[in-house]
Structure formats: structure tokens, C-alpha cells
């Protein structure tokens, strides 16, 4: 029975066949076990918008909510505080938020004080170099970190320094100003994030 | 009664008459270099380190609760109630310390004395794999206890991927299962840690102890002892420079795993934490995703690749050249036999221009250390004055310090490729022969 001719031709293809409907297998069945480390339903479920009073809130204090597992800072920002803004934009990154930083806030929110209303700021408190949460240094008072320290943030990770407005100063790791999340005003004290005005998320 | 043992030796040999060619092989015939000193404690105990590692860890998780909720509580519950349970995680605590520093420096002796160049180039590659598998498998450990430096630890580690261009942000929720570190994310690096990492490491150790007994182990001469005279007293035709594993080396290594375990035991009993070394006091506060801790490090043993991180700034709007930088700073050492191609092996018999590199090389890399703890930050005020600007002050530091660390590469592949080096005669056989 044993052939005396091999047909090394059809050998080949044989093999190759196999080995490439093999190889498509393998893939396919991958596919599943690495679809499977996607965040679930339940994590994708638990992003609602929050909605926070500002009463009580003083100027100069800030408050820390939760929204999506994420810190929101939310802080009433002084005079003061806004006077010194202008002042820091040639030691900035992107001073005007339309560079580097031109997705990290909503256009309403792209202008001088990177908020709507003036003096309060509402910032996801995540470090733009590698997501740690910023502390909040209010104080104009000279710093280790910095002699000339207008009031802002810095991140105890890296060292990385904001300004009053979440703007990321020159020199420091992180690349971008801090983000700004959608969210409107449903009265003159109440804030609600997650949403804007129109209700786009 | 020794006839029982006789026949069940000749009942198994039967069987599987490859077992005792295979044990002669790796002990009682595999000639090592008689002039072994103490940098070659380190393998061995390394492998110690690993046993230990396994059985305290199977012990560990009879207790532990891989899950948000409870994993914090449970560690809490293994320290406080469960019957010995502070001594089986102290130990794995420790271990895990002294298993970098046994790493570092078997890691160390290779480079000094040549171990990674030609042919062991194989040896020297299965066990940078070993590094980087021991690396992810500490980094994953370290999220378990899911105390607030855990949960910061994994947020940064995790956002290193995240600085990708493009797929960076998708990548990261990958990893993390959830937008942030949360359940889903603890039990996976659980099943990682206690599971997929272990069985690779396993593999890779038997790969790296079966590549090094192909080619045979260097010494601190860099000779190679097979091209040296033949004939020993167990043997005419295996290396005369050559002594059997076991006996002579298993009990030269027994003496260094009494002095090792002394060290060990003292830690493990008085000082545990090493001063927040080992175990950093801000992980006794359980992990909370909107206050990250007021100075967050990783453990002493990622520092000096982590200030790397931090001393390159971002540009053109990404964060991504400091992780490049870290990664790269491990991708060179995987490259050494390339990069140092000088013929000889030995730090003994090698230019004064190597001596001075490598020791500048250790330094920078030791202060690269201190500034990922931040020390730099503790100790620039009191010996320049409290008034300097620490960031600045750390930045330049730190950069010069990163320089040096690749430029020890750029100056070893110049000084090797172009022939730079002017070597010292190499003795045809190790120094300590009868």
C-alpha cells in the first residue's frame, strides 16, 4: 500500500492548512478570555451624575465628592485666588487650555478661570501624569516645593504643580491641566456633575 | 531492612532509568569551579527565597479574601487571630524584600564577573526574564492587602500603561477590569499572583538552572574551566578545576543559608516593617480611592526605576518618555551581552576604564534609589539650607543621576566596540589550582 511517489506539494499545503486553521482557532478562542478583563456591566453601571449643595462651603475651602469612583474637587475659590490666575499663565503648560490641555475641559468651561461661574472650580482631582489625587495647597505662602507658591495643587506622587485653575505649570511630569467634568448649575447652590445643562454626559 | 531500600531503588530504576543519570548530572557530576567565593551565595539562596515565598504564600491564602470588601479585614484577621498567622506573613513580607536583594546582587556578581558574555548569553536572558516576572509578581503581591499605598501603588503602576498614546486610556481599563482599582481588579491580580506568575517563574528557574548546566557556571576568574586541563579526582575527562556540586557546593551553600536565615530571623522577629521599608505604615490604613496618601513611594526594591519616571518630563503633550525611560533602563541590562562585547569576562583582568564605570554605575544607581524614596527631599534642606528649591534641586540631581545610568551602556558599547579597553593577561586556569 505505501505510495512510492510523496507529493510534497500537497504535503505542504496540508500542513499549512492545518497549521494556519489551527492558529485562526487559537485566536478565535482568546478573544473571550481577554474580553473577559473589560470592565463589567455592573462597574460600567455605576457612573451616575451626583448633585452637591454649595452652602457650605467658605471661600477658600474646597470639598472632595465622589463621582464614577472618582474625586471631584469642588472648591469656592477667593478673590485673591483669581487675582493671582492671570499672573501665572507664562509658567504654564498651556495657559489658555487649548493645546495640550483642548479635550480636558467642556467648551463652556475653556476660558480664563476654567469654570463657569468664576469662583467655583469643579475639577476631577486625577493627576494628569499617572492618576494620583493632587492636594490642595490654597495658601499664597512661599513652599518647599516652590519660594513663590500662588496657591494651587501638588501631587505628592511626582511632584507635579497646578495652579488655582488645575493649569499644569512647566517642569514638572505631568502633561496636561487637570480635567474638567461636564456639570451645570441647577440653582445659584447647587451643582450637579455628570451632566451639562442640555443633559449630554 | 536495607535490601527493602535496594529493591525499591532497582523497582524504580526499572521504570524510569533516566531519573538517576539526570540527578548525576545537575549534583554529584556537575563540575563547578573550585574557586567560588561569597557572590556566589546569592543563586541559592535566591531559590531558598523562592521556597519560601511558595509555602508561605500557599498558607497565606487559606486565610486571605481576595475581595475589596474583605481582603484588607482578612490580612488584619491573618495578623491578629489566625493561630501563627503573623509569622507566616512576616515571613513573606520579608522574603519578598530579601528576595530583591539577593536578586540585585546574583544580578551584580554576573555583571562584575562577566557571567552574561558568551556562552551564557542564554543564562544571562532567562534570568532578566526571571527579574521581570519577579517584578510583575512583588508588584501584584503588594496590591493584596489592599491598604491605601496598595490601592495608590496599582492606580500609578496601572497608569504607566495608561500614557500609551491612543490606546493607553482602553489598555488601562483593561488591566483594571473597572475605571479605577476596585474588586474585579484585586481578583485578578490574586488568581495572577498565586497562580499564572508562579507556574512561569517556576518554568523560567528550571529554564535558567538547565541553560547554566549546558554551558557550565562561570567563577570569579572568568575562565572557562572546560578549556582548562582535564582529569579531577572523580574524573579523568571532566575539568581539573572542577569540583562536583554535591558535595562541595550544597554544603558551602548550607553555611550561607544558616548565616542568611540568622539575617532573616532577626528581621522577621524585630523588625518586620524595617522601618516602613518593608512594609510601608500607610498601608495599615485600608485602601481609599479619594485621599491618596500624603507621600507615596513604591517599596525600596522599585525605587531607583521609578525615579526614573519621575526625573523625565513630559513633551509634546505625553506623559509616555518617563515610562520609555523605565522600561528602557531594564531593556538595556536584557541587552548587556551585546552591548559589552570586550572578550574578557572577569572585573580581575578588565581596563581601568570598566572598574571606574561600573562603580560609578552602582552609585547612580543607588541614589537613583534614594531619590524614589525621597530621601533627596528629607536630606537637600538640611546639609544646602532649608531655603532651596527642593524640586529643582531633586529634578537636577536626578537627571544627572539618570544620565549616568545610561550612559554606563553608551560608554560600555564605545569601549568594547571600538576596542577602547586595554585588558589585563588572563590566567589559562583559575588562580587557586593546586
Not at chain 1, 456591566?41 to 452637591?52: E, H, N
Request: net charge neutral.
Amino acid at each position: 500500500m505505501a505510495n512510492e511517489v510523496v507529493d510534497h506539494g500537497r504535503r505542504r499545503f496540508l500542513t499549512t492548512a492545518t497549521a494556519v486553521v489551527g492558529g485562526v482557532g487559537i485566536v478565535s478562542a482568546a478573544v473571550p478570555f481577554i474580553k473577559s478583563w473589560e470592565p463589567s456591566a455592573r462597574a460600567k453601571a455605576a457612573g451616575a451624575p451626583v448633585t452637591q449643595s454649595l452652602k457650605k462651603i467658605e471661600p477658600g475651602q474646597q470639598l472632595i465628592i465622589g463621582w464614577r469612583s472618582l474625586p471631584v474637587f469642588i472648591v469656592n475659590r477667593t478673590p485673591e485666588q483669581l487675582a493671582a490666575l492671570p499672573k501665572q499663565d507664562p509658567r504654564l503648560v498651556d495657559p489658555k487650555s487649548d493645546g495640550s490641555s483642548a479635550e480636558q475641559q467642556p467648551t463652556y468651561a475653556q476660558n480664563g478661570t476654567r469654570s463657569i461661574k468664576p469662583e467655583w472650580l469643579v475639577m476631577v482631582g486625577i493627576c494628569t501624569h499617572l492618576g494620583c489625587v493632587p492636594n490642595y495647597v490654597g495658601e499664597m505662602k512661599p513652599e518647599p516645593f516652590d519660594p513663590n507658591w500662588q496657591g494651587g495643587y501638588y501631587c505628592p506622587c511626582h511632584h507635579s504643580r497646578y495652579d488655582m485653575a488645575g493649569r499644569v505649570y512647566q517642569g514638572v511630569p505631568a502633561p496636561k491641566n487637570m480635567q474638567i467634568p461636564p456639570y451645570h448649575f441647577i440653582d445659584d447652590t447647587t451643582v450637579q456633575i455628570g451632566v451639562d445643562a442640555k443633559g449630554n454626559a | 531492612m536495607a535490601n527493602v531500600f535496594v529493591r525499591i531503588g532497582d523497582w524504580v530504576n526499572e521504570r524510569a532509568p533516566g531519573l538517576a543519570p539526570t540527578y548525576r548530572k545537575h549534583m554529584t557530576e556537575y563540575y563547578a569551579p573550585k574557586n567560588f567565593n561569597l557572590w556566589y551565595y546569592f543563586g541559592s539562596l535566591a531559590l531558598l527565597v523562592l521556597v519560601n515565598q511558595i509555602v508561605t504564600g500557599i498558607f497565606l491564602t487559606m486565610n486571605y479574601d481576595p475581595s475589596a470588601a474583605g481582603a484588607f479585614d482578612s490580612v488584619q484577621y491573618i495578623m491578629r487571630d489566625v493561630e501563627w498567622g503573623w509569622l507566616i506573613r512576616y515571613m513573606h513580607t520579608t522574603g519578598a524584600s530579601l528576595f530583591f536583594v539577593v536578586v540585585f546582587l546574583h544580578m551584580f556578581r554576573g555583571i562584575m564577573y562577566g557571567s552574561f558574555k558568551k556562552p551564557r548569553e542564554l543564562v544571562w536572558l532567562l534570568g532578566m526574564l526571571i527579574f521581570l516576572v519577579l517584578m510583575a509578581e512583588a508588584f501584584m503581591g503588594y496590591v493584596l492587602p489592599w491598604g491605601n499605598m496598595s490601592f495608590w501603588g496599582a492606580k500609578v503602576i496601572v497608569s504607566l500603561f495608561g500614557t500609551i498614546p491612543k490606546i493607553g486610556p482602553g489598555l488601562q481599563e483593561w488591566i483594571m477590569g473597572d475605571f479605577l482599582p476596585a474588586d474585579a481588579t484585586l481578583n485578578r491580580f490574586f488568581a495572577l499572583h498565586v497562580i499564572a506568575l508562579p507556574i512561569v517563574l517556576l518554568l523560567l528557574v528550571v529554564l535558567h538552572l538547565a541553560a547554566l548546566h549546558e554551558v557550565g557556571s562561570n567563577n570569579p576568574d572568568g575562565v572557562d574551566i572546560k578549556h582548562g586541563p582535564k582529569g579531577n579526582r572523580w574524573d579523568a575527562l571532566k575539568p581539573a578545576d572542577g569540583i562536583p556540586f554535591h558535595p562541595y557546593y550544597t554544603v558551602k551553600d548550607l553555611a550561607g543559608v544558616g548565616f542568611f536565615l540568622l539575617i532573616a530571623a532577626f528581621i522577621i522577629f524585630f523588625a518586620p516593617t524595617f522601618g516602613g521599608w518593608f512594609l510601608e505604615h500607610d498601608n495599615s490604613i485600608a485602601a481609599n480611592n479619594l485621599v491618596t496618601p500624603a507621600q507615596i513611594k513604591p517599596v525600596w526594591y522599585f525605587t531607583a526605576f521609578y525615579a526614573i519616571v519621575r526625573m523625565i518630563p513630559s513633551a509634546f503633550g505625553t506623559a509616555v518618555w518617563g515610562v520609555l525611560g523605565m522600561f528602557g533602563s531594564i531593556a538595556l541590562l536584557f541587552a548587556l551581552p551585546w552591548i559589552d562585547v570586550g572578550p574578557v569576562k572577569s572585573i580581575r583582568y578588565r581596563g581601568t576604564g570598566y572598574k571606574v564605570a561600573l562603580t560609578i554605575f552602582v552609585i547612580a544607581f543607588l541614589c537613583l534609589m534614594a531619590i524614589g524614596m525621597d530621601l533627596t527631599d528629607e536630606y537637600f534642606p538640611k546639609i544646602f539650607g532649608a531655603d532651596i528649591d527642593i524640586t529643582l534641586w531633586d529634578n537636577v540631581f536626578g537627571r544627572i543621576m539618570t544620565l549616568t545610568y545610561f550612559g554606563f551602556f553608551v560608554f560600555l558599547w564605545l569601549y568594547t566596540h571600538l576596542g577602547w579597553e586595554k585588558t589585563k593577561p588572563v590566567p589559562d586556569r583559575v588562580t587557586t589550582h593546586d
